[in-house]
């Protein structure tokens, strides 16, 4: 019995991590002439964005018979890397934050250089992410300003909550050098704040979130810090891609909060590029509308989501396939049409 149990378990363990992305076909050296071959770029295997890509990929692949699309999911460093990847055509579609997608088709941030990104184009945006304050009880902070003199984790090099951390301490006018940054990956924070090496940590995300729950579960306390003010006002007038935003206490009940938690925070939004094919937009444009109820049931942060509001937070012209099937919806009535081609 025991040897057929050590022959048993691996097999049950592969079939669990394969699971979740069962239906996503791998990528294949040479394409058929009769199918078309996409790839959507994500975010670390611990946060939403794979799993959201993993659910449309399942999605567009079981209307294969119909579309001849095949859709692969890939995990990657995030906003920062889909948006340019899809621009440089190695992905077809990625998932990337509202204010990511407004600064590279406005040429700002990281494509200042570069200019603006005119080819990028909106989908549809997704879940909510909140700019999520983590803060230890020994710290003392209660409040944002009270970062100063802290060790605070703001988020890797190149990721979308790097950014929307700088706006947050820079709109409260605290500057990284009054307090000790440090730059690691979001994964990485709710370990140091468990091992003392943090005194605070930033993560944009939506909610639930695992890695939050981690750092609200261990041996070392810790609140969610409200960000709120006549100075996040001031922000979200300047930036309209940001919009305030709750933390549902009654998600992370191990955490010292006992009422929800005011922030603010952006849009995960579904983007690609000018040069893919109108059709294959309008495929899986089409299919996540029309298997709407069953989409929202596959991640809890999707449970606040409507058809209406996954129209919001684009700030990148909608790709014309996507106009096609809005209009057939009628829902293009809801669409900023500063957005429509």
């Not at 019995?1 to 239906?23: H, Q, R």
């Not at 294969?64 to 440089?88: D, R």
């Not at 059709?279 to 989409?295: K, L, Q």
């Amino acid at each position: 019995m025991k040897g057929i149990l050590n022959w048993i378990s691996p097999v049950v363990l592969l079939v669990l991590l394969f699971a979740f992305s069962a239906g996503c076909e791998k990528k294949q050296t040479s394409d058929p002439s009769d199918r078309t071959f996409i790839s959507i770029g994500t975010g670390s295997v611990s946060g939403v964005y794979y799993p959201t890509g993993g659910a449309i990929c399942r999605i567009i692949n079981k209307k294969f018979k119909t579309y001849q699309i095949k859709a692969t999911v890939e995990s990657t460093s995030g906003s920062v890397y889909n948006i340019n990847a899809v621009l440089n055509g190695d992905l077809q579609f990625g998932i990337a934050q509202s204010d990511r997608q407004y600064q590279a088709f406005q040429g700002e941030k990281e494509w200042m250089e570069k200019g603006p990104q005119k080819d990028l184009r909106s989908v549809f945006s997704i879940h909510p992410e909140s700019i999520t304050l983590i803060a230890t009880e020994g710290s003392g902070i209660k409040t944002i300003q009270d970062l100063k003199g802290k060790r605070v984790n703001l988020g890797n090099p190149g990721s979308g909550q790097l950014g929307n951390s700088q706006d947050a301490i820079s709109a409260f006018n605290i500057s990284e050098k009054d307090f000790k940054a440090e730059y690691v990956k979001a994964v990485e924070a709710p370990g140091l704040i468990q091992d003392e090496r943090l005194d605070a940590f930033f993560y944009t995300v939506g909610h639930p979130n695992g890695n939050i729950k981690e750092a609200t579960s261990g041996r070392i306390k810790v609140r969610i810090i409200p960000i709120e003010g006549p100075e996040l006002d001031a922000l979200l007038k300047k930036s309209p891609y940001y919009a305030k935003s709750i933390v549902p206490a009654r998600l992370y009940p191990n955490a010292l909060n006992t009422v929800d938690v005011p922030t603010f925070g952006v849009k995960a939004t579904f983007i690609t590029s000018s040069r893919v094919s109108d059709d294959v937009v309008y495929a899986i444009t089409r299919e996540i509308f029309e298997n709407f109820e069953g989409f929202k049931k596959l991640h809890p942060a999707y449970q606040v989501l409507t058809k209406q509001n996954m129209l919001d937070g684009l700030s990148a012209p909608l790709h014309p396939g996507a106009v096609r099937y809005y209009k057939e919806a009628g829902l293009i009535q809801r669409i900023d049409p500063s957005l429509l081609p």
